[in-house]
């Protein structure tokens, strides 16, 4: 790229303008623009918003008089870590609710906490031939079919076929069900699954639910490094266009880095961003002769993998 150009300008040409029009055009959002388009909308607030400088601390006497939560709930994408789906919400609003707005694909498989347990919904998955992985909780009730063979020495305890128990579980979830308990060594703790995939080795089950980490991931690189702590505005449209921002900044990162085929991690990448971004210095040249320390090696207070 053009040496001659700032890191940010370089960053943004990977950005998909011919996409970017299309959504502008589609949600008519140049309309009575004079001279201030959604393109330099857009660009303003990247600038204002980046990971070095962060979003301006909102007062904190102000900050106080508009109390509320919000809640993001994102669908991410293993194969990239983009997420495929964010749904912004009051804290109101509970995370089971947000499976009736996500559109099932066939064959994939969702992997989900103990907070979108609810079988009718689950059952929906089912019936649209996707699968999902999730854990159990403490209360469950269930008939045991039948037992399959086990390898203990990989961790997993159990591997049965089960019905729900209960008139109002087995009514929304009418079908067998894979349950699957497992033991962490590492962490001296015993996790129990549930399935409706029948094929994967057991295992592979514990291993697919491991991936759910990715969306903890996903989360403190946004809430920490992005530095979403308080809001310009306090309107339902000024904090969502702000958490837009920020979760453009991580997409934008992420195509960044695989186009560019760089090692480092989104969270060095980051840090490389947060000192250079305004710098003439070719963007493959920055992003990649600059060491910086690796997210391993930080200090982290995150939950315990299956928590």
């Known amino acids: 790229m053009n040496s001659g150009k700032t890191i940010f300008a370089q960053l943004m ?8 029009r299309k959504c502008v055009d589609r ?19 990247l600038s204002l918003g980046h990971p070095g400088k962060g979003l301006p601390q909102y007062p904190r006497a102000k900050f106080r008089k508009h109390k509320g939560a919000v809640k993001l709930h994102t669908l991410l994408d293993l ?12 804290g109101k609003v509970h995370d089971v609710n947000i499976l009736d707005q996500l559109i099932i ?36 009730s269930r008939i045991r079919l039948y037992s399959q063979p086990v390898d203990k020495s990989t961790g997993v ?6 019905v729900l128990k209960g008139h109002y579980a087995k009514k929304g979830y009418p079908e067998k069900l894979r349950r699957i308990r497992y033991f962490d060594s590492k962490n001296n703790k015993t996790f129990v699954f549930l399935t409706n995939n029948f094929a ?32 310009y505005g306090t309107t339902e449209n000024a904090v969502k ?9 991580y997409v934008l990162v992420a195509i960044a880095k695989k186009t560019l085929n760089l090692d480092q ?14 710098e003439k210095t070719p963007i493959f040249q920055a992003l990649s002769n600059i060491n910086c320390t690796n997210q391993e090696d930080c200090p982290s207070n995150q939950l315990n993998l299956f928590d």
């Open 27 to 45: 949600y008519n959002g140049n309309h009575k623009v004079i001279s201030f388009s959604c393109w330099d909308q857009y660009l303003q607030a």
């Open 105 to 140: 694909e066939l064959g994939a498989i969702s992997i989900m906490d103990r907070g979108y347990l609810n079988f009718a919904r689950l059952y929906k998955i089912h019936q649209a031939s996707a699968f999902f992985v999730t854990r159990a909780k403490v209360n469950f």
């Open 157 to 162: 305890l159990c591997d049965q076929i089960v």
């Open 13 to 20: 040409d990977f950005v998909p303008t011919y996409e970017f």
């Open 200 to 231: 994967l080795p057991t295992i592979t089950i514990a291993d697919l639910y491991r991936c759910r980490w990715q969306v903890r991931l996903f989360f403190k690189w946004i809430k920490q490094h992005l530095r979403i702590k308080a809001f």
């Open 265 to 278: 991690s989104l969270y060095t990448i980051l840090q490389i961003l947060s000192v250079t971004l305004f």
């Open 241 to 249: 266009t702000q958490i837009w921002i920020a979760i453009s900044v």
């Open 79 to 90: 194969h990239g870590n983009i997420p495929s789906v964010v749904i912004i919400t009051t």
